[in-house]
């Protein structure tokens, strides 16, 4: 929403007591909000902290997921509620690089744990899940691509792991092929200078849907 300048002004004259009576109401309204700035204003943790705090959760829920695995279908959605909990840690600290790290741990440890018990069920039944997986990689290439090329180094190893744990998964092999991923750009690290276009290319034409 775009404030029309006459409010801005309105908004400007508004003595202290009125603006701090009137941020409180709003905020009382938007809890993301409140976690963003009791971060920037008042939480004494780094970014590193509040990353392996995060990585944590991570590693605790896929523990659950696995734990309480029933079917590729109920996977993919505690995948998805995973990646909104990262998204939410993301909207909180504005920590980019932990947005490509914790989904690629993500990713990970769920197919370490759970690639076999995938490749069991029938592809139709495993279908959304792996088209979740290749889509959520195809994300991080994007992401990656983003970031200061010294982040890339740090990422190099799991961005690998992650593309052979791809390639050794029919499904998620054919998948990967269908929708126009290429495995090398894990394993190789060579990702291409316009994967942002490609992505966008490709979604366009109606794939990683």
Not at 96 to 109: A, P, T
């Amino acid at each position: 929403m775009i404030l029309d300048k006459e409010l801005k002004e309105a908004i400007s004259r508004l003595s202290s007591k009125e603006k701090d009576k009137l941020i409180f109401r709003l905020l009382k309204k938007d809890p993301k909000l409140v976690d963003r700035l009791y971060f920037d204003l008042v939480d004494t943790d780094s970014i590193d902290i509040k990353r392996q705090e995060m990585a944590t959760v991570v590693d605790i829920k896929i523990e659950s997921m696995t734990t309480g695995y029933y079917s590729p279908g109920y996977l993919h959605m505690d995948m998805r509620y995973l990646s909104g909990d990262i998204s939410d840690y993301v909207r909180t600290t504005r920590d980019r690089y932990g947005e490509v790290s914790l989904n690629l741990q993500m990713l990970i440890k769920v197919l370490q744990a759970n690639s076999s018990k995938i490749s069991d069920a029938p592809y139709s039944k495993a279908y959304k899940c792996c088209l979740y997986i290749i889509a959520r990689a195809f994300k991080i290439l994007t992401l990656i691509s983003k970031l200061h090329e010294d982040y890339f180094i740090d990422l190099q190893m799991d961005l690998e792991k992650l593309g052979y744990q791809i390639a050794q998964n029919d499904y998620l092999m054919k998948l990967a092929i269908q929708n126009g991923l290429d495995v090398n750009w894990l394993i190789g690290g060579d990702i291409p200078d316009d994967i942002i276009q490609i992505h966008k290319d490709i979604r366009s034409q109606g794939f990683l849907k």
